[in-house]
């Protein structure tokens, strides 16, 4: 499943095992757009393992312009009790600054949409930062709606740790 776009050339691809090197880079390249370099501890072995084990959590589509890999979209399949049917959660997508603003973005989130309605999906959501005016201002421009009436919440470290032991959590973190 090859997507071309007219403009600028762009080709929206799944990715393959040989991209894992540029999975790594674009998500450093996102951790540092996202002020949060220190925080992408992902291993090349970590990306090949969940894209591409016989059961992958995820999965990831590359984006080309004029030839040049310019972006992802790694996603994954989330579930809604309330409709019965999967979902597309998008959790990382990435432009590199220097293909913005040509259409690279929109490729992927069209693609993503098309393998929603192939897949028989409901919904496609992602999270973006609040203070992320552009990524906010290109949502809202393709009709997606902000679900401010709900808040994402996280357990991880040692919390994560803590609750599965039955143990306290760590006020501290």
Known sequence: MTQSYPSDDITIRPAQRG????ILDLIRGLAEYERAPEQAKATAQDIEQA????????KALICSVDGQPAGFALYFYNFSTWTGKSGIYLEDLFVE????GRGAGK???????RIAGTEHCTRFEWSVLDWNEPAIGFYHSLGAEAMDAWTVYRLDGQNLAALAAGAAPDPES
Not at 19 to 22: A, N, S
Not at 107 to 113: C, P
Request: charged share 15%; net charge positive; no cysteine.
């Open 97 to 100: 600054p220097a293909y913005r």
């Open 107 to 113: 490729a992927l989130l069209k693609t993503l949409a």
């Open 51 to 58: 894209l591409f084990q016989p059961n992958p959590r995820a």
């Open 19 to 22: 991209d894992v090197t540029l």
